[in-house]
Each structure stands twice: as structure tokens, then as C-alpha cells.
């Protein structure tokens, strides 16, 4: 089992930078690959990007491409998602998720979810 606790969502102004955190607990969470998603009211949940394990690739959505990073640290238990020159458009709840073998884009397909933490981008 991994249990998965996001944090660092806040309140920024367009052009900003937040960096968010993913602390997991679980023997098997170097074997998972991490998943961003995030969730705007009234908007189906979407893919913002994601990391394996073994190497960590990272694969990004073409709306955040250029703009966020996504990194992990299997020895903390960590995984980070770091967002520059935020947009009103990146308003959203922000969850980290995990799964076995490497990344997808689907919902679905992920084990373990986290809490979310609140991404509000004013201006």
C-alpha cells in the first residue's frame, strides 16, 4: 500500500511560482510511477504530468509543457511538481497519484490517490 500526501498549494498572482510536494509512505513506492492530475470546479479531473521510476522519465501535458517540472526523490519518498509563470487558466485542486508500472495519462489506471492541495492564480 502507498498513502500519498500532497502540500504547498497557495494563493499567487499570474507570472508566479509555487513548488508542490507529494510525501508517500509505502515499501513499493520506488516501483510506482507518479502522476500530477488537477481538478477546476466544474471541470473533469486532467493529466498534468508524470514521472517513472527506473530512470524517471517525465511526460507533460501540452498545457504546462515548457512551464512545469516534475521530479521524485525515492530515497525522502518525495515527488515534486514544480510550477513557473502560473496562469489564472492553472486554478485548480492539484493530486498526486501513484501507480504500477510506467505513467499514464488515464485516471483509471492509478492505485493511490492523494488529498489535493488548492492552486489559485488571481489577475
Known amino acids: 500500500q502507498v498513502q500519498l500526501v500532497e502540500s504547498g498549494g497557495g494563493l499567487v498572482q499570474a507570472g508566479d511560482s509555487l513548488r508542490l510536494s507529494c510525501a508517500a509512505s509505502?515499501?513499493?513506492?520506488?516501483?510506482?510511477?507518479v502522476g500530477w492530475f488537477r481538478q477546476a470546479p466544474g471541470k473533469e479531473r486532467e493529466f498534468v504530468g508524470g514521472?517513472?521510476?527506473?530512470?524517471?522519465?517525465?511526460y507533460y501535458a501540452d498545457s504546462v509543457k515548457g512551464r512545469f517540472t516534475i521530479s521524485r526523490d525515492d530515497a525522502k519518498n518525495t515527488a515534486s511538481l514544480q510550477m513557473n509563470s502560473l496562469k489564472p487558466e492553472d486554478t485548480a485542486v492539484y493530486y498526486c497519484?501513484?501507480?504500477?508500472?510506467?505513467?499514464?495519462?488515464?485516471?483509471?489506471?492509478?492505485?493511490?490517490w492523494g488529498q489535493g492541495t488548492q492552486v489559485t492564480v488571481s489577475s
Open positions: 497519484a501513484a501507480k504500477f508500472g510506467l505513467i499514464t495519462t488515464t485516471l483509471r489506471e492509478y492505485d493511490y
Open positions: 509505502g515499501r513499493t513506492f520506488s516501483r510506482n510511477a
Open positions: 514521472i517513472n521510476w527506473g530512470g524517471g522519465s517525465t
